[in-house]
């Protein structure tokens, strides 16, 4: 493992630090990109405008010819929680704008992801005219032949790369070629918000607003917020913006009845919602009904408007979560068992299949092996018919998806389809028993793909703290702020004596810790229970333990080290 800190643009930092920032915080955000003080402004203003977004003024064009003709809608949805919250936000958008519109999420198990031919025979039994995908659809070539067949057109809404052929049809994605919207980075659930507030204002302008309130569309926002957050997209500027918005609707107690469910369902405080919250704890447990489930349990939730029905969904949806956990837990044992039977040191990459695995957890798991190994991972679980279908995680420095068309190219009958992102992707064998030959091409490209230093681990932080400046009004101003992909946590470096220690809730630390000067701080460092030197080199964060009402300042001790 390597650690270094990250380089701070003096420029930035001194823009920023005369414009009356922290000392701390004009390094942390100077390394961040930010070189301006009202780049951190988060007001809905800023938000890059819809006409940016190619063919997003077309959509919205088509929309409302639908809604003026009572057009029978169909949002056709991915299974995770970037597809349940766009199509939450597109059913409850386009009903708030008078349209007729239903949804459709494929079950993982019987149809696979998509919008597949048999799911637009799915969509013609229930009559639709229009289908909007949502999350998904810039690989449904097939899929949307089908539907011309049927008569019945389709819209495209989608984040993720497009293939060297497009569907013939109408396709809103910042990801494809000739789209001059800033941020690749919108999520699913983001594009589908873009494309409402074009509606809106195409409505507007042909008068349809006349005598009537336009719909405030700020109401969706908490969940566009979860779903960008859980799908782990970067947060960029925009991104931050829609992130910062639906947090603040969640905290002021201003959430849809399904979003205050979940929390409700996890013990956890609303009111103290974060990004955390969002990815670790909401979008798990909707995560868990297209994992084990069917997603539309999900879905069903979101658009709830009932207190007690919603939180009957979340209560269901927690126990999908907790059974989703003890079978992923089997699935690293096994997993792991198999790769101690062979060298990871010396592979560039991971590729495991066993023929009990889940296939809706495939994902996380390669996630822990990517983690652990710090290797490209792809889990495979038996699919239907004698497939294959594989998950998989990368490291920085391998672009995944780009890696998976390598060696489909190299091999053209290997992979029946495959899709994704640079950090995650998803893969179909069509043979089982080709899983051999796809570990040894996949490991082949990787090693034409990836430098050799890549292989080691390496952890960023914002350098060293000097102790005099860790106080709880730093905490909780860092605290406020939207961290995540693309826009990490600050986490630091010091040496610290242990003074105390103690195991908490079976597998956590917690610490006292001593540093420079005697100053004493209260910490913790969680999923590690063994005891630690007397001495310690640590990266950390700052965090606001709050307990019985009052606000204290903790450190979260992510690595650390022997002194």
Known sequence: ??????????????????????????????????????ELLTDLGRLIPFEQLMHCTQAAERLARAIASQTRILIVADYDADGAT???????????????????????????????????????QRQAQLIVTVDNGIASVAGVARARDLGIEVLVTDHHLPGEQLPDALIVNPNQAGCP?????????????????????????????????????????????????????????????????????????????????????????????????????????LNAAGRLDDMSLGIACLLSDDDAAAFAIAQELDRLNRERRAIESEMQEIA????????????????????????GVVGLVASRLKDRHHRPTIVFAAGQAGEIKGSG?????????????????????????????????????????DIERFRLLFESVCRDLLPEAALTRSVETDGSLPLAAVQLDLAERLDARVWGQGFP??????????????????????????????????????????????????????????????RSLQLLIDECFEE
């Open 1 to 38: 493992m390597l650690i270094h800190a990250r380089s701070v643009p003096a420029h930035a930092e001194q823009a920023l630090l005369a414009a009356g920032l922290h000392p701390v915080e004009a390094r942390i955000y100077a390394a961040r990109g930010i070189a301006h003080a009202d």
């Open 86 to 124: 766009a199509c939450a936000v597109g059913v409850r958008g386009l009903r708030l704008l008078g349209a007729l519109v239903e949804f459709l999420v494929p079950n993982r198990f019987e149809f696979g992801y998509g919008l597949t031919p048999e799911i637009v025979d799915l969509a013609a």
């Open 181 to 285: 919207f800033p941020s690749k980075a919108l999520a699913g659930v983001g594009v589908m918000f873009y494309v409402l507030l074009a509606l809106r204002a195409h409505l507007r302008s042909s008068g349809a607003f006349a005598g009537r309130p336009e719909p405030n569309f700020a109401s969706l926002l908490d969940l566009v917020a979860l779903g960008t957050v859980a799908d782990v997209a970067v947060l960029d500027g925009n991104n931050r913006i829609l992130v910062e918005n639906g947090l603040k609707r969640m905290r002021a107690g201003r959430a849809c009845a399904g979003i205050r469910a979940l929390f409700q369902a996890a013990g956890r405080d609303a009111r103290r919602a974060s990004a955390f919250d969002l990815g670790f704890v909401l979008g798990p447990r």
């Open 336 to 359: 792991q068992g198999k790769l101690d039977r062979i060298e990871v040191g010396d592979c560039f990459s991971l590729t495991v299949f066993d023929e009990d695995f889940h296939q």
């Open 393 to 433: 995680r990368s490291i920085s420095g391998l672009h995944l998806r780009d890696a998976l068309d390598l060696v489909a190219k190299r091999d053209p009958a290997l992979i029946a389809k495959f899709g994704g992102h640079a950090a995650a992707a998803g893969l179909t064998l069509a043979d089982g028993a």
């Open 489 to 550: 946590v600050p986490r630091f470096t010091a040496q610290f004596r242990v003074l105390n220690q103690r195991i908490v809730g079976q597998r956590h630390l917690k610490l006292k810790l001593e540093g420079e000067g005697g100053k004493t701080f209260e910490a913790m460092r969680f999923q590690h229970a063994d005891p630690l030197p007397d001495r310690i080199n640590a990266v950390f964060q700052l965090s606001v333990n709050e307990w019985q009402g009052q």
